[in-house]
């Protein structure tokens, strides 16, 4: 067999993927391999699964079907699974779909170019995820061996197609060892581990030099963030104070909080630092003491709701997102009604709402009925969504009049929509002088106004005119002029 030499990389799921993503095409890339934007073209194709919800899970069963037929064509087609599905349930996976001939957890992802040798030579399936003992006994170990390796590629690390040069990822902490009742991550990512603050540091200023603006920190408790160097301890706000520092980064934000151990520091930080942005991910999940009990999230409806009001006295720009899941196990209209009552009271900027979606393995999955109808969930879900549509659009309308600091990100949705109807007409597309742009402010509002190209890549003031609940609509303020340099690639 010709040794393959281009591949396809299809990312599903969340932020953290994307960097896994972005990892693994950059180790990639140095082993000699080709990145190709389309399946057709490419020796291998990967697909970088998410487990957390069954429906995630269903996507990438259809991808593995259409790669079947794709595979039935080109029997040489290289077919890989890897991130969270692969180390859940490697052997369902190859039971449904026997074309399978990689398969790598999230955890091993450096493996992957000495598993596609071994499929080159002629072995496959190849797996390779991380045992039950090697999570358990040896957490530090995993991660200093196997993934810094990985890590040291992120010299070579370009943004994946669709993802922009100005706003990069930087991962501080892998898994997670909160547990909740219906969450699959503990076991797909197995135990939290924070990385060393001077990488961090480090891997901030390669993507600074090469045009990021905006660096956002993953991790799944992103607040609990500690390591010790040297008898120190190095929290988050330490870690964002450090990452202030470094020139180029314009703005950092962190995904995401768990609300239990929430330190007002992380609040003082956003005052002092002027480039940590007012904004804040923090799932409640529900707005029943009850069911955040048997959901294991350890803090109350109360202490949820008190921490928001801190948030907001101490930073009064800040911006509030949160995540919520409708129909868990036992849950009766009376705490729903409670979610709605908490989602009221906070005034989110935005949420999002997911139907509980049973997951294998996890102890609500093996202790409690999921026993809310599928129809009620769906009710519920649109509810709380349409509850939560009137909110944003009553509070983006208080946008109205204001000036708010924008960071361009390129063309709005419409004017590349436009833009593509132009090219299918045959027309030579040329942009004129002034166009849609769009943009997000501090506080992660989306914001489209109409300037010119070259604003892309800049922090500039704009004044807005008109609000929906999803958008705000502005127009460039010329009294505001924030930032210094201008990217010349926002967009790979
Ligand atoms: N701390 C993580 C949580 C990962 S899962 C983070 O946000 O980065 C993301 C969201 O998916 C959770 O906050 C939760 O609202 C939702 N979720 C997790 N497991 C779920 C399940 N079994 N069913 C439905 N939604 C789920
Ligand atoms: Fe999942 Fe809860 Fe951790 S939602 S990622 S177990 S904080």
């Known amino acids: 067999m010709l040794t393959p030499k281009t591949f396809y990389l299809d990312t599903m799921g969340c932020q953290m993927n994307v960097l896994d993503s972005e990892l693994v095409s950059g180790m990639l890339c140095s082993c000699g391999y080709e990145a190709v934007r389309d399946i057709q073209s490419a020796d291998i194709v990967l697909v970088n699964t998410c487990s957390v919800r069954d429906h995630a899970e269903e996507k990438a069963y259809s991808r ?246 801190r948030a907001r006295e101490i930073v009064p720009e800040i911006q509030l997102a949160g995540d919520f899941i409708v129909g868990f196990c036992g849950e009766i209209e009376d705490d729903f009604e409670r979610t709605v009552a908490l989602v009221e009271t906070v005034r989110y900027k935005n949420i999002f709402c997911f139907k509980y979606s049973p997951r294998p393995g996890t102890a609500a999955d093996r202790h409690q009925a999921d026993d809310v109808p599928t129809a009620v969930k769906r009710r519920r879900n649109s509810q709380l969504l349409k509850v939560q549509e009137q909110i944003a659009a009553r509070e983006n309308q208080r946008m109205i009049g204001r000036s708010v600091e924008v960071l361009v990100e390129g063309y709005s949705k419409a004017a590349v929509k436009a833009q593509q109807a132009e090219q299918s007409r045959g027309h030579e597309v040329g942009w004129r002088r002034s166009d849609q742009l769009v943009g997000r402010t501090r506080g992660d509002h989306i914001v489209v106004f109409n300037g010119d190209r070259s604003l892309i890549g800049r922090l500039i003031g704009v004044r807005v005119v008109s609000a929906t609940a999803l958008t705000l609509h502005a127009v460039p303020d010329a009294a505001i002029e924030h930032g210094t340099t201008a990217a010349s690639t926002p967009q790979r």
């Open 64 to 309: 593995l079907g259409q790669l079947k037929s794709i595979k039935s064509r080109r029997p040489r087609l290289i077919v890989g699974v890897i991130g969270c599905m692969a180390q859940r349930d490697p052997k369902g996976i190859l039971a449904k779909a026997d074309h399978v001939d990689l398969l790598c957890g999230p955890s091993q992802l450096d493996h992957i170019p000495a598993m596609l040798d071994e499929v080159a030579a002629g072995r496959s399936p190849v797996i390779s995820v991380s045992s039950e003992q090697s999570r358990l006994l040896d957490p530090a170990r995993r991660s200093l061996e196997a993934l810094d390796s990985l890590e040291e590629l992120d010299r070579s690390r370009i943004p994946l197609p669709g993802q922009s040069v100005l706003q990069r990822y930087v991962r501080v902490q892998r898994g997670c060892d909160q547990f909740c009742t219906f969450c699959v991550v503990p076991f797909t990512r197995g135990p939290e581990r924070s990385r060393d603050p001077r990488r961090i540091v480090e891997e901030a200023k390669i993507l600074a030099d090469r045009g990021a603006k905006e660096i956002t920190l993953l991790g799944q408790t992103v607040n609990s963030y500690s390591y010790l160097e040297m008898g120190r301890r190095t929290g988050l706000a330490d870690l964002l104070a450090r990452i202030n520092d470094v020139s180029g980064v314009e703005r950092i934000r962190f995904v995401t909080s768990y609300p239990g151990d929430f330190s007002d520091n992380l609040f003082y930080a956003m005052c002092d630092l002027p480039k940590v942005c007012e904004y804040l991910h923090i799932p409640a999940q529900s707005g029943s003491n009850e069911v955040l009990k048997r959901m294991r999230r350890d803090y109350s409806v109360e202490s949820y709701i008190d921490l928001m009001h």
